[in-house]
C-alpha cells in the first residue's frame, strides 16, 4: 500500500518514497524541557507518535528509525533557574538548577507521553549532547561563506542563501516585514540568526574557536539529525508554527553545509491547537497541560483520541464538550472489545484512511463501520493500532505490578520512619501519577490500580531517585 503525504516543502500531495526501505528516517522537533507539557505540545507529540506506528506496520519495526530530540539548552530555561535560585537564597549555583529542572521537566514530559500510550522514540537525544557536532557544523558554514562572525557571534547569513523562504513559501521582504527579528548592530542583515552566541560565566557555555559560548537554537536539530541519520532523510515533523522560522532555518544551514544533499525530503506539520476558540494562553485562564487533565481524571486515552479526532493539519479546537464526547465513545470502545483478544492486524480499511495523509476522523468513521460488522477482534486491533488502550488495567504482569507498588511503599515507610516527609510524599505522589491510589490506615496501606493507571510511568518511577 502506497503511502501519500502533504508535503510542505511542495505544498503537494505525495507517495513517501524513502531512500532506504530498509532504514526509514523520522526526524520530530521535541519539547524544551522548562516547564509541564501544554495539550499544544501533546498534539505533534500524538501525531507523529502514530505516523511511527504507520511507518513500522508499513516497513517493519526493525527499518524504522525515530528521533525526537530534548532542547535542554535555551533561555527559557536559564530565566527559570535564576528566578528559582534568586527565590531560594541563591545557595545552589545557577548550572545544578539549571540541570535539577531539565532532568525534572524531561521526567515530566515522558510521564505525560506514557499517559497518552506515546511510543519511545529510536532516540532520544539532548542538545547539551551534541555540541561538538553544532561546532563542527558552524565552522564548515564559516568556511563556506555561509557564516560570520561578528561581537563574539555566528551568524547564518541569509543573503548568501539564494532559497532561503522556499519552506514557508514567503520571500525575504515579507519575513522582515512580518518578523520580528533582533536589530542587532552586528548584524549585516536583519534576518541573520544566530548560530552561537556568547555566555557569561553564569550562564551554560562550552569552549569554541569564537570563545565561551552556546548554540542558537536553530543549529541543535540540524546537528542532531545529521549525527544519527547522515545529510538527508525522510520525513521531518513539528507543528505548523515550527515552519518559519525555526524549520526555514534547519533547511537552510544544512543544505548550505551539505550543498549535494536533501535534508528532509519531506515536511509534515501538524496544525494549531485553540481552546473553547481562543489561542492558549495563561493569561486568558485556557492554559491546559497534560497533568491538569489527568489529575481531573482524564485518562491518556481519551486526550489521545480528542488529540486525534481533527486532522491533523487543521486547527484543532479543544473544548470540553469535545474531550466528553471522546471521552464517551472510547468507553463505548472498551465496552465492545471486553474479553476479546486482538492477535491479527489491524483493518484494512483504517489502514488504508491513515495512509491517506494520516486521515484519522476517516479511520474513526471506519471503526464504527467495523463495530457493526460485529468483527470484534477486527476491531480490537484496529482502535489499539492507533494507540487506543482498550484496557484499563495493566498490560503487565499482576505479580510484577505488586512488586513494584509494594517495594515502592515499602521505602515510602522507612523513610517516613527516618522522618524524611518529603521523600515519603513524593513516593505517594510517584504512584498517583502512575495511577496506583493509597488509603493509609493506623495498621498500613492499601491500595488500588486506578482505570487511567499506567505500567510503563511505574516502571519509569520505580527507576527514578525520589
Known amino acids: 500500500m502506497e503511502l501519500q503525504f502533504y508535503n510542505t516543502r511542495t505544498g503537494t500531495r505525495e507517495v513517501l ?8 528516517r523520522l526526524y520530530v522537533c521535541g519539547p524544551t524541557v522548562y516547564d509541564r507539557a501544554h495539550i499544544g505540545n501533546a498534539r505533534p507529540a500524538v501525531v507523529f507518535d502514530l505516523l511511527f506506528r504507520l511507518l513500522r506496520l508499513q516497513y517493519g519495526v526493525d527499518h524504522v528509525q525515530y528521533v525526537r530530540n530534548i532542547t535542554d539548552i535555551d533561555d527559557k530555561i536559564n530565566a527559570r533557574a535564576a528566578a528559582m535560585r534568586q527565590r531560594d537564597g541563591q545557595q545552589e549555583e545557577l548550572l545544578s ?5 531539565t532532568d ?8 505525560d507521553m506514557a499517559a497518552m500510550n506515546v511510543l519511545s522514540p529510536t532516540t532520544e537525544p539532548r542538545a547539551t549532547e551534541c555540541i561538538p557536532e553544532m ?13 560570520y562572525e561578528a561581537d563574539g557571534h555566528v551568524l547564518f547569513s541569509v543573503e548568501s542563501y539564494a532559497n532561503y523562504g522556499s519552506l514557508a513559501g514567503r520571500n525575504v521582504e515579507e519575513m522582515i516585514a512580518g518578523a520580528r ?11 541573520d540568526f544566530v548560530l552561537w552566541k556568547p555566555s557569561s560565566e553564569d550562564l551554560p557555555g562550552w569552549e569554541s574557536p569564537w570563545g565561551r559560548g552556546r548554540p542558537g537554537w536553530h543549529i541543535e536539530c540540524s546537528a542532531m539529525s545529521l549525527k544519527w541519520f547522515g545529510e538527508s532523510f525522510d520525513i521531518h515533523g513539528g507543528g505548523i508554527d515550527l515552519a518559519f522560522p525555526h524549520h526555514e532555518n534547519e533547511a537552510a544551514q ?25 489561542k492558549m494562553a495563561k493569561s486568558l485562564g485556557n492554559f491546559v497541560t497534560v497533568k491538569d487533565l489527568i489529575d481531573r481524571g482524564v485518562d491518556g486515552g481519551t486526550i489521545r483520541l480528542t488529540l486525534l479526532s481533527t486532522h491533523y493539519r487543521q486547527p484543532l479546537d479543544w473544548t470540553e464538550r469535545k474531550l466528553a464526547e471522546m471521552g464517551a465513545l472510547l468507553r463505548r470502545w472498551r465496552r465492545l472489545s471486553e474479553g476479546v483478544t486482538a492477535t491479527g492486524p489491524p483493518h484494512s480499511s483504517v489502514v488504508e484512511a491513515l495512509a491517506d495523509d494520516l486521515n484519522t476522523p476517516k479511520a474513526i468513521s471506519a471503526l464504527h463501520a467495523i463495530a457493526k460488522e460485529e468483527d470484534k477482534m477486527a476491531f480490537k486491533a484496529s482502535v489499539e493500532f492507533l494507540g487506543l488502550s482498550l484496557s484499563s488495567k495493566p498490560i503487565a504482569n499482576r505479580e510484577d505490578v ?7 511503599l515499602f521505602a515510602r515507610v522507612q523513610a517516613r520512619q527516618r522522618r524524611e516527609f518529603d521523600e515519603a510524599d513524593a513516593i505517594r505522589e510517584k504512584l498517583r501519577v502512575a495511577g496506583v491510589e493509597i488509603k493509609d490506615h493506623s495498621n498500613g496501606s492499601e491500595w488500588r490500580l486506578a482505570d487511567d493507571f499506567n505500567f510503563n510511568t511505574l516502571v519509569r518511577a520505580s527507576e527514578e531517585k525520589w
Open 17 to 24: 518514497t524513502p531512500i532506504d526501505k530498509t532504514n526509514v
Open 181 to 191: 527579528v533582533e536589530q542587532a548592530p552586528f548584524k549585516r542583515n536583519a534576518m
Open 104 to 111: 525534572e521537566t524531561t521526567r515530566w514530559y515522558h510521564d
Open 402 to 408: 505488586k512488586k513494584i507498588i509494594e517495594t515502592m
Open 97 to 101: 538548577v539549571i540541570r535539577r529542572i
Open 135 to 147: 561546532v563542527s557544523m558552524i565552522e564548515s558554514l564559516i568556511i563556506k561563506g555561509h557564516a
Open 254 to 278: 544544512s543544505l548550505c553545509a551539505h550543498p549535494n544533499s536533501e535534508f528532509a525530503k519531506m515536511w509534515m506539520h501538524n496544525g494549531l491547537l485553540l481552546v473553547e476558540g481562543k
